[in-house]
């Protein structure tokens, strides 16, 4: 279901505020993420979006436009619903 949902949007992407280069690529290979996961040392990304607590999802339109957002854990459904809600 996550190509199908990377497919509707320009760019998926996961941002990874915690570890080190490898902890990071280790991670995301654990998980099976079939998208890229930038490395937010300084993080920058974080405070660019708010992201105040950890995992955050949000969800960007192709124009830049924060069009969604959630705190937490997200499950297949939600971000489904989510993604739904915003097309």
Known sequence: RTDDIVAWFQAF????????????IAGARAAHMSYPVLDDETREV?????????PTLIL?????????A???????SSLDAMVRDVL
Request: proline share 0%; hydrophobic share 30%; charged share 30%.
């Open 46 to 54: 974080q405070s660019a979006y708010g992201a105040t607590s950890l």
């Open 13 to 24: 992407v996961g941002v990874a505020v915690d570890g080190d280069r490898d902890q990071v």
């Open 60 to 68: 960007i339109d192709k124009d830049g436009n924060i069009v969604d």
């Open 70 to 76: 959630t705190k937490g854990l997200t499950d297949e």
